[in-house]
């Protein structure tokens, strides 16, 4: 039985689809108990409109809330009794085998990194990010957590990210690239020229990559900073909606009917499902002494109940006792 | 009369488009004289094939050649007689207004710096290039040729991007944002805080932009590191071809007919026009004592001729004191 303990304040619509997710997780797999950290009489509330196996849920109250906006830090240090904080005290204690939020991304890295500490030889913690790529999802690694790296940290990336996309996305050999502004190893920052050549020690390192290289799908993992990652990563999410607009404006112009405007709309929405961040159940924390995914503001129950999976996964891979060994 | 020299040899299509670039020039604009450098009897034979006033072509030897892929420092040093050389020498002695040309952005940019050199009170010469996005073009400045930044340098570049933003691309107010993890000031690498701080003496910044302000047009020059701006520049050229492979999979998938299927990829086509980069003349290095332009290497005769057009308005706009003045 795996226990995996989930904020049912996290996101933009809690305590509903944190607690709408457990309740699938639970319904759909025998080997999983959800324990939901939040406010308890509001969250027995939502739970009662729910059928799940007794005693698969269990409640665990955390009457603070840390708001989407709070400075992360301090919110982890003043709300101690906040569902993050009391969520991932259970994991560090070993009560839980992980624990999912769909939160503020911020307090989580920090509450993270301060309650769980680091991994044995791991500089950093680092987030990682799904990437929409025309040949399915990569993983883009960092993704806002380290602004400022230094080659050891990116080929730390590198190796975490090459043990995710294996183990938990099912990759059996990940390609891992490392994003630069030209193909040739002698290109980039000093930062990037010296770990093009420390992530030369993994077996499947297949070079730099350039940005025309992401959306084509030329690698499985995709290795750079915190500040290139994060404007990638919501540069991704802003393509679906401003491609509408052009193309919304190609069909005025054109006249279009409403029958043929409607088609055109419809297999661009299609074509965009890779793109659909509410699809994708939760990114995880990786280099932290447990297992802690985030997911986006707007996760729907089922990406809750995905990023569970996920945390079931990364705990039953025993991802961390991997990454330990690859980086010591 | 404005003499714009244009380097013949430059671009995957030379002597071709250079040539026919500056004829197109030359018969719709009696005030400009194009010097066309590269090898003379190759040139003068591709030339014998186009009419155009007498006198306003001229050919200037320049028998080496640089290839795409050659060391920018080297090719620079070693061919003294290469077209890149040749133009750029005639420009700093005064015998031409400008130079352009289509050919490695690297050599270009390193010739740019050593024969014409820096601007008064400028750190570093830098490489701006057009963004497309949902509100027309915008200006991301650096874009590959300044790796390592400080702040003052990022600072600069949004000084340089505002003033050829309001005098070359004809914006009255240019918003100038810097891009960055988050909207508040208080985020990002220590570099781009204070570079933040720096950039609030300039009465249009309009502070932090993130990824998803890029295509929704939320500025009009994007200030960056040219590691981000190589990344982004590249990123969107791929942006066509992959939607146009997400579409034809949903196409296929639900079997559109013909016609259905033509309808939808031709209004993708014209959806997609602010990305096609060969309709843009050329991107400037800002910062060197001169008017120093660079084409995609695919670059078509009209984007030569209006490359060169955008050269003859720098050096009509005396972009370059107005640049000194500011900077100072």
């Given amino acids: 039985m795996m226990k995996i303990a989930v904020d049912a304040t996290g996101g933009d619509y809690y305590p509903q689809n944190p607690v709408s997710g457990a309740v699938l997780a639970v319904n759909e797999n025998d080997d999983i108990t959800a324990v939901l950290t939040g406010p308890e009489s509001e969250i027995r509330k939502e739970l009662e409109k729910h059928d799940y196996p007794e005693g698969r849920i269990i ?25 993050i904080v009391v969520g991932l005290g259970m994991h560090q204690k070993g009560a839980v085998d992980g624990f999912v939020s769909a939160g503020n991304t911020g307090a989580l890295l ?32 960092d993704a806002g957590a380290n602004l400022e790296v230094k080659p050891e940290m990116l080929y730390q990336f590198g190796v975490m ?15 891992v690239g490392l994003l630069n502004v030209g193909e040739e ?29 992401i959306l084509s799908g030329q690698a499985d993992v995709f290795v750079c900073d915190g500040i290139t990652g994060n404007i990638l990563l919501k540069f991704g999410e802003s393509i679906p909606d401003a491609l509408k607009m052009l193309l ?15 088609l055109v709309i419809s297999l ?28 986006h503001g707007g996760s729907s129950p089922v990406a809750i109940k995905n990023m569970i999976y996920n945390a079931v996964k990364m705990a039953e891979s025993n991802i961390n006792k991997k990454i330990v060994a690859s980086v010591a």
Avoid: W
Wanted: proline residues 6%.
């Fill in 185 to 213: 190893k002698e290109k980039g920052s000093e930062t990037l020229k010296k770990a093009h050549v420390l992530l030369q020690a993994l077996p499947n390192f297949i070079g730099n990559l350039e940005g025309r290289d």
């Fill in 59 to 83: 409640l665990q109250d955390a009457p603070e809330i840390i708001g989407m906006d709070e400075s992360p830090a301090q919110a982890v240090k003043n709300k101690p009794r906040s569902s």
């Fill in 161 to 175: 990210g090459n043990i995710f996309a294996r183990d938990i996305m099912g990759i059996e050999t990940p390609r």
């Fill in 248 to 262: 919304m404006g190609v069909i005025k112009k054109r006249q279009l009917d409403k029958e043929k405007a409607g």
């Fill in 268 to 295: 661009l929405e299609e074509a965009f499902t890779p793109f659909d961040y509410q699809r994708v159940g939760g990114v995880p924390f990786l280099g932290v002494n447990g297992i802690s995914m985030v997911g």
């Fill in 110 to 141: 920090a509450a993270s990194a301060f309650i769980l500490g680091r991994l044995d030889g791991v500089i950093r913690p680092t987030i990682a990010t799904f990437y929409p790529t025309v040949k399915g999802l990569g993983l883009m690694i």
